[in-house]
């Protein structure tokens, strides 16, 4: 690697590859924090797709903020390639913890499963498919805790989309029939097949369908019911391989409703099996248990409705109904007054400290932790004017960062607002003040109303002051496209080829439909056509 420093990173090992994207253990210079770095590698820097695809994945993660979703600090531009920062999970991925322990228990399962479903649940509700759920896109933090990482295959349903018609994108082992075909589109159930082939895999130790080819493993998934996980896993409890089974239906519509159905399907799976433990135990004669769930129930009934026994003598205080009520209700209050939310002072003033930096990637912090938060809940407060100041801080630097990328990229503008900036931009970089200063303006004048170009209408506006401060004449055209091509010949005769040819075919980039200039641009036209038989 050429250089060990991405942007301001510091970095370390090599930590994870993949198709889009390397990641890295990285220091963060300013506070010495330990972060991963995830950056498209110099060979794939050019290639459009890959770095949309990995601009999106940014895009993506900025959106989702989950205790059990890598967290997300931003990203930028290093030279030709992007790059963004994320939390450092050091436990690993639960795909190499199943490679060590083989398979996982049922209550493990259960645990990681509650999880995963809350993960995709709130992804879901943001309108974010991940598309490539699998034991090895699961990280593992400190006490267990599990993160849902890689995003570079996710799809955003409220943007547009970059998988071409029919193309199968995903990991086979992991893939809805539906995905594998393309009809019917792609949802939010599809990740609901995935996490029952993870689950599949916790117990059995493989995921429900193995092959020697893709085409095998395509074709079970579409035609082949999987193997009952209990045959693998005989402490299975029924209630979660009927979940499991569920969430393996080829037709979306018989799978669960939603993550959160399958959240509330394994948590009815951890009482089932306590309330059958306390009565009846498994029996495990040709499977998990001889009970059907039916039966279970019928059992729980005789066990409610048996006589009840006669009270025995009164219990001490501690023990009796209105001392557990009173020390309840103190819980629930403290609980009450942990999760109240943060007054308006306080989320300004967490506001203020974080934008007092001039890191973009702190400000992008601020705004996702207190002034989003600020706007939403306050939005007439004293404090409003000051934090749309600091969002627009924040969206003119971003929609700078865009303008520069596309440009040095050579890609089109993302909107009427950027083309127009970006134009009036080359003219003041050429040194054209005047037309600058005259496009800023019509920019500002076209657009201000226009709440979604606001970014580059402040930028617009911070370059006309900028412009309008600066000393000195701000010059004619004529004399500034006539001192330009004194300079290219200048340079041009000083051996300078490579300069002068730029600045001849500025002139007539710039003003090639100007007919006051048309004796200008002609010249300039003839020195770069005469250029090449003149060059050594």
Known sequence: METRRMGPFLLDEQIGAGGMGVVYRATYIKTGQQVAVKFVPVELAENERITARFERELNILRKLRHPHIVHCYGGGLEGSRLYYAMELVPGGTVAQLLRERGKLSWETTIQY?????????????????????????????????????????????????L??????????????????????????????????????EFLAGRPPFKGDSPAEMIYQHMEQDPPRVSTVALDCPLWLEALITQLLEKDPAKRPRDAAAVETALHEVQSKVA???????????????????????????????KKKPKPKE?????????????????ILGVVVWSLWPASEATLFAHAQKLMASDDPLVW????????????????????????????????????????T???????EPKSEAERLFASAWRYEQFGDRVTAIERYRSLVELLQGDAAQRPFVNLARRQILAIEASPGDQGDRLEIVDRALAEADDLYAAGRVVEARQKWNSIVTLYGSNRELEPQVERARQRLADEPAKSP
């Open 113 to 161: 499963g509650l999880q995963i479903a809350s993960a995709l649940h709130h992804a879901h509700q943001a309108g974010i498919i991940h598309r490539d759920l699998k034991p090895a896109n699961l990280l593992i933090a400190k006490e267990g805790k599990i993160k849902l990482s890689d995003f570079g295959l996710a799809r955003d349903i409220t943007a547009t989309g």
């Open 163 to 200: 998988t071409a018609a029919g193309r199968a994108l995903g990991t086979f082992a992991y893939m809805s029939p539906e995905m594998i075909r393309g009809t019917p589109p792609v949802s939010h159930k599809s990740d609901l097949y995935s996490l029952g082939c993870v689950l599949y």
């Open 275 to 305: 309330t059958q433990a306390s009565f009846a135990g498994h029996s495990l004669s040709g499977g998990p248990t001889s009970l059907s769930v039916e039966r279970d129930l019928s059992e729980v009934r005789k066990l409610v409705q």
């Open 314 to 330: 009164q219990a001490p205080f501690f023990q009796q109904a209105w001392f557990l009520a009173a020390c309840l209700l103190a």
């Open 364 to 403: 992008q912090e601020a705004r996702t932790e207190y002034l989003d938060p600020l706007t939403e809940r306050f939005p007439a407060g004293p404090h409003a004017e000051q934090v749309q100041q600091w969002i627009d801080q924040i969206e003119m630097h971003e929609a700078e960062q865009q303008v």
């Open 405 to 411: 990328r596309n440009m040095q990229r050579g890609r």
